[in-house]
Nanobody, 115 residues
Framework: QVQLVESEGGLVQPGGSLRLSCAAS????????MGWYRQVPGKQRESVAV???????TYADSVKCRFTISREGTKRTVCLQINSLKPKDTAGYYC?????????WGEGTQVTVSS
């Protein structure tokens, strides 16, 4: 099993920046990808950014050029740099790890964008 722990989100003013991190621990295969998703009440969880084991990245159209996903250190940590925050970015942000047919989720962290 893999456990994921996200860093704390917070309240940010529109136009501000925030960096989220997610640390993974447990038993791993050699190749796994990680990603960030977000969800607002009453809506489906949506993919925000994903990074594969090879370092390839994909982003939702709504966050391109504002969000950057990266893996750090031993690659068991994934970060999400969020710039130019907008009120519509307000959501619970969830870390995800996927390898083969297995996936794990973090408990989520709230990001609120408001003046």
């Amino acid at each position: 099993q893999v456990q994921l722990v996200e860093s704390e989100g917070g309240l940010v003013q529109p136009g501000g920046s925030l960096r989220l991190s997610c640390a993974a621990s447990g038993r791993f295969f050699s190749r796994y990808g990680m990603g960030w998703y977000r969800q607002v009440p009453g809506k489906q969880r949506e993919s925000v950014a994903v990074i594969t084991s090879g370092g390839a990245t994909t982003y939702a159209d709504s966050v391109k050029c504002r969000f950057t996903i990266s893996r750090e250190g031993t690659k068991r940590t994934v970060c999400l740099q969020i710039n130019s925050l907008k009120p519509k970015d307000t959501a619970g942000y969830y870390c995800n790890l996927f390898m083969g047919g297995y996936e794990s989720w973090g408990e989520g962290t709230q990001v609120t964008v408001s003046s």
